[in-house]
T-cell receptor, first 116, second 114 residues
Framework: NAGVTQTPKFQVLKTGQSMTLQCAQD?????MSWYRQDPGMGLRLIHY???????DQGEVPNGYNVSRSTTEDFPLRLLSAAPSQTSVYFC???????????????FGPGTRLTVL | AQSVTQLGSHVSVSEGALVLLRCNYS??????LFWYVQYPNQGLQLLLK??????LVKGINGFEAEFKKSETSFHLTKPSAHMSDAAEYFC????????????FGTGTRLTIIP
């Protein structure tokens, strides 16, 4: 059981380039989400998914696309990278009812992205 | 709409002293509240959470938090700090009707003084 995995760990892009951040979980969780973490701003929700084929926007969705074709995978696409997207990106997953007493949200180790 | 305010972006305590990290929330519906810890270069790990029932919640590593509705607070405490507690701590809130969208505070970095 690997939990939530993210690749790559580090990435440097030039302005205008595109790329996909990968996220996978092996816990059969329905809910997956992407956050970005910036100094002094905590974690902000980019996009989330409540199941295969269902995605929705979070607080800061502009410049990012997601899709959810399988339960396990939830890739995040940067369409045309900008310096403002320099950040640490975290993927998380949980079972459908996060707030049930036995449930928690599991976070991946993060991807550190720099856009020059 | 919901929001979280963490008072103090940096807190320093001596080893063995009380740890108190403050969190106040705003929510238009009854909230579920969480504390997460992040060690350097790692993802977030759940410390504890409040859903319903007992307002004093015990978590891992000796931490606990008390939900006070009248004060809209969910402060995190630990009676005796240990060097291994040095990390960043995040408070988060979500609405208690099965909404999985977490809103995080800006975090508090805890430093332990030997």
């Amino acid at each position: 059981n690997a939990g939530v995995t993210q690749t790559p760990k580090f990435q440097v892009l030039k302005t205008g380039q595109s790329m996909t951040l990968q996220c996978a979980q092996d816990m059969n969780h329905e809910y997956m989400s992407w956050y970005r973490q910036d100094p002094g701003m905590g974690l902000r929700l980019i996009h989330y998914s409540v199941g295969a084929g269902i995605t929705d926007q979070g607080e800061v969705p502009n410049g990012y696309n997601v899709s959810r074709s399988t339960t396990e995978d939830f890739p995040l696409r940067l369409l045309s990278a900008a310096p403002s997207q320099t950040s640490v990106y975290f993927c998380a997953s949980s079972s459908r009812k996060l707030a049930a007493s036995t449930d928690t949200q599991y976070f991946g180790p993060g991807t550190r992205l720099t856009v020059l | 709409a919901q929001s979280v305010t963490q008072l103090g972006s940096h807190v320093s305590v001596s080893e063995g002293a009380l740890v108190l990290l403050r969190c106040n929330y705003s929510s238009s519906v009854p909230p579920y509240l969480f504390w997460y810890v992040q060690y350097p270069n790692q993802g977030l790990q759940l410390l504890l959470k409040y859903t319903t029932g007992a307002t004093l919640v015990k978590g891992i590593n000796g931490f606990e938090a008390e939900f006070k509705k009248s004060e809209t607070s969910f402060h995190l405490t630990k009676p005796s700090a240990h060097m291994s507690d040095a990390a960043e701590y995040f408070c988060a809130v979500t609405a208690n009707f099965g909404n999985e969208k977490l809103t995080f505070g800006t975090g508090t970095r805890l430093t332990i003084i030997p």
